[in-house]
């Protein structure tokens, strides 16, 4: 079975532009997350949707955006970009609701973004 | 708190010995413990969960240690090996937030030593 697959896996980007990233989640997953993890960090959460609605939002500035599309994949657009947003971003699929391992999370392998 | 700077904390074991990587959180509410390995160029992937109504979990080489009292979170994997290699965080979360905004810990780099 395929995982949650990202894509690009690298990206190089200048200050002031605009990035798309995409994410297929697990089949059957509902539910993606997105996650933003700087070197030498810890991820941190960015955004969740499930059934193609926000269902939360981390502390990130309105420059960050996402949707969930009928087929439960997502994108994350990140405007305006700043030297600080060089980051490896990460999408999590779940399958959600109250099964026991259902909220696990999934991750993918990410999506390098370098901003020069 | 977050970490500053690339310097993880790390723990250096001989192979086949027993590792214990800690971790303290600071959400007296936080219900739901998740333990991740990280390796080069991937991404998290899940180890091990405890819900705060237990205190101990067991899966396979690996036990997690859950202590509410003083909000203290340990991994320990049993007979290392070298594959073990790898950054591991501690994540939790606090309703209503649910298990998909996870909080992550810092991150500690294990090398296993051959």
């Known amino acids: 079975d395929a995982g949650v697959t990202q894509s690009p896996t690298h990206l190089i980007k200048t200050r002031g532009q605009h990035v798309t990233l995409r994410c297929s989640p697990i089949s059957g997953h509902k539910s993606v997350s997105w996650y933003q993890q700087v070197l030498g960090q810890g991820p941190q959460f960015i955004f969740q949707?499930?059934?193609?609605?926000?269902?939360g939002r981390g502390n990130f500035p309105d420059r960050f955006s996402a949707r969930q599309f009928p087929n439960y994949s997502s994108e994350l657009n990140v405007n305006a970009l700043l030297l600080g947003d060089s980051a490896l971003y990460l999408c999590?699929?779940?399958?959600?609701?109250?099964?026991?391992?259902?909220?696990?999370?999934?991750f993918g392998a990410g999506s390098r973004l370098t901003v020069l | 708190g977050e970490s500053v700077g690339l310097h993880l904390p790390t723990l250096s074991v001989q192979e086949g010995d027993n590792s214990i990587i800690n971790c303290a959180y600071s959400n007296s509410a936080s219900d739901y413990f998740i333990w991740y390995k990280q390796e080069s160029g991937k991404g998290p992937q899940f180890i091990i969960d405890i819900r705060s109504n237990m205190d101990k979990r067991q899966g396979q080489r690996v036990t997690v240690l859950l202590n509410k009292t003083v909000k203290h979170l340990s991994l320990q994997i049993a007979a290392t090996q070298p594959g073990d290699s790898a950054v591991y965080f501690c994540?939790?979360?606090?309703?209503?937030?649910?298990?998909?905004?996870?909080?992550f810990g810092t991150g500690t780099q294990l090398k296993v030593e051959l």
């Open positions: 994540a939790e979360t606090a309703p209503p937030g649910g298990g998909n905004k996870l909080t």
């Open positions: 949707y499930y059934e193609k609605e926000e269902r």
């Open positions: 999590a699929s779940s399958i959600q609701g109250r099964m026991p391992g259902a909220n696990v999370l999934t």
